[in-house]
Structures are given as structure tokens and as C-alpha cells.
């Protein structure tokens, strides 16, 4: 069974920074991309940044563009989100998602293996 288990979430102050890990008990050939999504108090999962594991091609939504930065290690079987800027809307819990689809595929359900989530407080 494949297995995705987030690390790196925090309480941090406006302004810090924070980097997630999300590592596959899977070689990372299994899947075409990964990705970062969020989801903040009483609101929908949303997609926040994926990568594909070979050509490291990636797609952001505009409210993290220039703060936060998705890598992989394929070494490791580890993808990243490095963190800048925190905003206090940035408060989530974040959730890593790996499957066969494509890193502009925003919709949760089209991603097929999910980590528990690593929770993100900002405070002001």
C-alpha cells in the first residue's frame, strides 16, 4: 500500500518561513506528478502547487506564486514546499497528493494517494 507522510508544519509568525516534506513509501516512477494541497477551517480542500517527478515541470495558483516553491528529490522520494512570506491566510492544514494525473489537474479527487496532513498556523 502506498503511503505519503507529511512533515514540517508549525506555528510561525507573519513573514516566516516554513518547508514541508512529503515522502512515498513508492518509487516515484509510479506516479507522474505530486502535489500541495490546502485546507483552511470550515473550507474545501483546494490546489495549491504539483510538479511532475521527471521533467520537474510545475503549476501554481496565483495566491502562493513567489512565496512558496515545490521541489522533489527523487532520490529521497520526497517532494517539498518551501515556504516564504507566511500571511495568516496561509493558516491549513497541508496535504501532499501523488497519482497519474497532470500538474494542472486542480481537482482533489483526480489525485489518487494522499498524506494525513501536517497543520500550518500563522499567526499576526
Known amino acids: 500500500q502506498v503511503q505519503l507522510v507529511e512533515s514540517g508544519g508549525g506555528l510561525v509568525q507573519t513573514g516566516d518561513s516554513l518547508r514541508l516534506s512529503c515522502t512515498t513509501s513508492?518509487?516515484?516512477?509510479?506516479?507522474?506528478?505530486a502535489a500541495w494541497f490546502r485546507q483552511a477551517p470550515g473550507k474545501e480542500r483546494t490546489f495549491i502547487t504539483a510538479?511532475?517527478?521527471?521533467?520537474?515541470?510545475?503549476t501554481y495558483v496565483d495566491s502562493v506564486k513567489g512565496r512558496f516553491t515545490i521541489s522533489r528529490d527523487n532520490a529521497k522520494n520526497t517532494v517539498y514546499l518551501q515556504m516564504n512570506s507566511l500571511k495568516p491566510e496561509d493558516t491549513a492544514v497541508y496535504y501532499c497528493?501523488?497519482?497519474?494525473?497532470?500538474?494542472?489537474?486542480?481537482?482533489?479527487?483526480?489525485?489518487?494517494?494522499w498524506g494525513q496532513g501536517t497543520r500550518v498556523t500563522v499567526s499576526s
Open positions: 497528493a501523488a497519482g497519474l494525473t497532470s500538474t494542472g489537474d486542480m481537482w482533489p479527487r483526480s489525485w489518487d494517494y
Open positions: 513508492a518509487r516515484t516512477g509510479r506516479f507522474y506528478a
Open positions: 510538479i511532475t517527478w521527471s521533467s520537474s515541470s510545475t
